[in-house]
């Protein structure tokens, strides 16, 4: 009879072994279960996005066929160097030099700064001449062409005023009758030197030479001369005078509105030592729309302030 071994049985009963076996049985598990996990995250992992580039849709053919952009730096050229400007002075247009300047303010201040060379100041056909006292004109017996009788009239001397001005003025007078305000007539345009030589000697018989030189110009500093004034009267059913023409609703509204056609009140009321003349409401002066709106919006009252120029109160010489 075979006795049991007292070895193997406490073998047995040691935890080691039972552990020895379960690991040899529950590795081979193990790894299936974690191979399978890696494989299952490779399978629902997200995939990465395309490239920017490739997900862009195609640029239409349009643009792609367009040419580069190239930018030119352009030199801005001076009034005076511009052929526009010149053609214009030559063609003796002088609104539209004055347009084509950038508009009558800019005018102005070209010439107050010393900027327009091309300008002159002195030349007797221009609008934006200025003759007063201190500057007569050149030549002293100028004499603008062509004349033209305005459709309203005093008759007498001096019906005629530039033909221009002669348009300006017409415009001026159906305007004020359209708004209820009677006609704007002329009553003393035009005066050539040899008429202002005895404009002025009547002046000086009937008030002396310090109220003449008040009240009218000497021959050759007339701005009358030039065709460019004219003083006018406010005729309804009857015409006022022309001492009267500031009172009257015509002469306000001319006042408010002359510089729409063209035209400027010369002789301001509180400029008498700006430019040596007593308030004229009745004297208007034609400078063109385009420096007649810069005068009226920049609250100018006389051309030498307008200008950039001395005042000019009285004669450099005596009479």
């Not at 930018?71 to 003796?92: K, W």
């Not at 007063?132 to 007498?156: H, M, T, V, W």
């Not at 310090?210 to 309804?236: K, N």
Request: some cysteine; glycine content about 10%; hydrophobic content about 40%.
């Amino acid at each position: 009879m075979a006795h049991p071994d007292p070895h193997a049985a406490l073998h047995a009963r040691q935890p080691g072994a039972q552990t020895a076996r379960l690991w040899r049985i529950w590795m081979p598990v193990g790894l299936i279960v974690t191979v399978a996990g890696v494989l299952w995250a490779l399978l629902t992992a997200p995939m990465p996005p395309e490239p920017i580039a490739a997900a862009l849709p195609p640029a239409p053919a349009a643009a792609a066929a367009l040419p580069p952009v190239t930018i030119v730096q352009t030199e801005n050229v001076a009034p005076c160097d511009s052929p526009e400007i010149a053609e214009l002075l030559a063609s003796g247009d002088d609104d539209a030099v004055v347009a084509a300047w950038g508009g009558g303010r800019a005018f102005r201040d070209a010439i107050v700064a010393g900027d327009a060379d091309c300008i002159s100041l002195n030349e007797p056909q221009r609008l934006w001449l200025v003759v007063n006292k201190r500057r007569s004109l050149e030549p002293q017996n100028y004499a603008p062409k062509p004349l033209a009788i305005p459709a309203a009239i005093r008759e007498g001397d001096g019906d005629y005023l530039r033909a221009d001005v002669t348009e300006a003025l017409n415009q001026l007078s159906k305007a004020a009758q359209d708004a209820g305000h009677g006609e704007v007539v002329l009553g003393s345009g035009y005066r050539s030197h040899a008429v202002q030589v005895q404009n002025f000697q009547s002046h000086i018989d009937q008030f002396g030479i310090a109220e003449a030189e008040a009240q009218s110009a000497r021959p050759g500093h007339s701005e009358h001369q030039t065709g460019l004034a004219a003083d006018v009267l406010a005729c309804e059913s009857h015409c006022s005078g022309i001492l009267d023409f500031g009172d009257t609703a015509t002469g306000r509204w001319v006042a408010d509105n002359g510089w729409r056609y063209g035209f400027i009140v010369r002789y301001d009321h509180g400029q008498q030592g700006i430019t040596g003349y007593e308030p004229e409401p009745w004297h208007l002066r034609f400078v063109g729309k385009e420096l007649a709106r810069a005068y009226h919006e920049g609250g100018f009252t006389s051309l030498e302030k307008f200008f950039g120029l001395p005042d000019a109160p009285d004669y450099i010489d005596e009479w």
